[in-house]
Structures are given as C-alpha cells and as structure tokens.
C-alpha cells in the first residue's frame, strides 16, 4: 500500500468494509471481528482524507484523534464522539488480546516447552498482530521479525504433533484468521502452520 496515496487508504478502507459486511451475512455474525473491520474501514478513510489534505499524522488508531485533525484541516465528518470511541476500543481490544494471548502462551511453554497447542496459540496470536496493521506501528523490521516468530513457533508445533487432526484444527482457525490479511503476509505462515517447509 502506498500511504502518500489517498485511493491506496479508500481501497484498503473499501476491503474492511466488504470484509465486515461479508462476515455480517454468517449464520452466526463474529461481531466483534465486524466491529474491528468498521473500525478500520473508518480509520483508513479518515487517514485518507489526512494524506489528501496533505497533513501529516502519527500512526495512530484512535478515531477520536483523527477525526479531529480532519477537522483541523477544515473537513467535518458529523461522527458522534462516542461512537468513535467505541469503534476505536475494538482496535485497541483486538491488539490486546493477541498481546495477552502471546503472554499467557509463552507463560505456559516456559514450564512445557513441548506443549504443542501453547505453541499454535502463540502462532495464532502472532499472526493476529501482524494482519491487523499493527506491523506499520512498529516498523517493517519488527513486522518481519513477528512473521518469522510465528513461522519458527507453528514449525516447532508441527515438529511435536504433525498430526492431520491437530492440524486441521489448527488450520481451520488460521483460515478464520486468514481472512483478514489482504496482503497475503500470511502465506508462509499457513505454510508452517500446515507443516509444509
């Protein structure tokens, strides 16, 4: 993605949305994941409007924040604070939950470091954090070293049960994950995650 280009944002923001609307039409909706894509949908048409107006923004998640510096530049969105707020916790709360999951998980394989099913929830985790945008926070170096983390994490895991029922398992919630990545930062995960070298 090109981020001096306000199109590449409105594309971006135009996949949360389909993504959101998409996971809406399931049986049983995941309205947290849905709530995270609007979130983001928002984020990215709000950064887009920052690029075009040419202003500079830190990278940020907050709506809140960002909705004002549009306003600063002269454009009025008519957003209800409190709804940004909401949308802006689902970000927040998505990035949290990989970040415990890694702890607890790492916690758990400090005392069983054979603990297969610790490693794929750390893999998971991992992959969460580098599909929802977390990656251009911290810098395509960090963003790198999270991908090869979970690589080496679901290789150890399928190295203590390469199992075709572990794996599938594995896999189905991977794919549930895999949805979200629209640039395919993933692919080598899965690879990993499958027990293919």
Request: charged share 30%; net charge negative.
């Amino acid at each position: 993605m090109k981020e001096d280009d306000p199109l590449s944002w409105v594309q971006k923001a135009e996949e949360d949305w389909v993504t959101a609307n998409l996971l809406l039409r399931r049986k049983r909706p995941f309205t947290g994941i849905v709530c995270f894509h609007i979130q983001q949908c928002a984020e990215k048409y709000l950064k887009a409007i920052l690029v075009f107006k040419s202003f500079a923004f830190p990278k940020i998640h907050d709506l809140t924040a960002l909705n004002k510096m549009c306003e600063e530049n002269g454009v009025f969105i008519g957003m209800d604070e409190d709804v940004l707020d909401v949308l802006s916790s689902y970000a927040a709360a998505a990035h949290q939950s990989f970040m415990r999951a890694i702890a607890q998980a790492d916690e758990l394989l400090a005392k069983t470091p054979e603990y297969y099913e610790a490693l794929d929830a750390k893999g998971l985790a991992l992959s969460g954090l580098l599909i929802g945008d977390w990656g251009l926070e911290i810098g395509v170096q960090r963003r790198d070293e999270l991908r090869d983390t979970a690589i080496e994490t679901f290789k150890k895991a399928r190295k203590i049960a390469p199992h075709a029922g572990v794996v599938k398992s594995v896999l189905r919630l991977f794919d549930e994950l895999a949805k979200c990545d629209k640039e395919g930062v993933l692919k080598e995960v899965r690879q990993a995650a499958e027990g293919k070298e």
